[in-house]
């Protein structure tokens, strides 16, 4: 089965400052997802990642896939307390049956201080 | 245009009971999927229905189970509950089933089982 490695585990840093969070697949990807969440509530879609290579760019998040497609990584720039939360990384799964299915890391919980 | 809704919000069980969690798709979303969420496991996929047919099925014991009516809401049984499945269950709607189908998640169900 997939499993997906986040790291760190957790990050506090200072307001104004850049991070990086890694999401690594023991399996090639075939569809990455970046989803933040806030601490007890819904998950909010942030990107997907394709293809090998990909990058993608929200607002001040960036989000890559390596050329293998085994690991990702979600970078933060000038960070603000509104980036705060857990960010999880999910791997799309296609079943027997052709639908998808979402197997998750165990998140990045990520808090800035002003 | 309405979110995914999740009813009720927070709910207290105790063992031995059984639960019903409700849960309203974007409107013209045919997809729906359940997720448990816990501190130990993180985000684990229950199951997916789509028009009214299940599509997938998580690692979960046979008393977890659901359903879906023809206005693509969904319904969610957990049958004697027991300690462990105290956790945040969030459902997520698509437009479809199949492949980079983005997922929209509603705010979820806290389940307390004492």
């Known amino acids: 089965s997939q499993e997906l490695e986040q790291s760190p585990q957790s990050l506090i840093v200072q307001e104004g400052k850049n991070l990086t969070i890694n999401c690594t697949s023991s399996?090639?990807?075939?569809?990455l997802y970046w989803y933040k969440q806030k601490y007890g509530e819904g998950l909010i879609f942030l990107m997907m990642?394709?293809?090998?290579?990909e990058e993608k760019s929200h607002e001040k998040i960036t989000a890559k896939l390596d050329e293998k497609k085994q690991q990702s990584s979600l970078h933060i720039t000038a960070s603000q307390p509104s980036h705060a939360g857990i960010y999880l990384c999910?791997?799309?799964?296609?079943?027997?049956?052709?639908?998808?299915?979402?197997?998750f890391g165990k998140g990045m919980k990520l808090t800035v201080n002003p | 245009k309405a979110g995914v809704t999740q009813t009720p919000r927070y709910l207290i069980k105790t063992r031995g009971q059984q639960v019903t969690l409700s849960c309203s798709p974007i409107?013209?979303?045919?997809?729906v999927s359940w997720y448990q969420q816990t501190p130990g496991q993180g985000l684990q996929f229950l199951f997916e229905?789509?028009?009214?047919?299940?599509?997938n099925k998580g690692n979960f014991p046979g008393r977890f189970s659901g359903r879906q009516f023809s206005n693509s809401r969904s319904e969610m049984n957990v049958s004697t509950l027991e300690l462990g499945d105290s956790a945040l269950y969030l459902c997520?709607?698509?437009?479809?089933?199949?492949?980079?189908?983005?997922?929209?998640f509603g705010p979820g169900t806290r389940l307390t089982v004492l």
């Open positions: 997520a709607s698509s437009f479809t089933s199949g492949r980079y189908n983005e997922q929209f």
């Open positions: 999910g791997a799309a799964l296609i079943t027997q049956g052709g639908s998808e299915k979402l197997v």
């Open positions: 399996k090639t990807l075939y569809g």
């Open positions: 409107s013209g979303h045919r997809s």
């Open positions: 990642l394709q293809k090998g290579g």
């Open positions: 229905y789509f028009s009214e047919t299940q599509r």
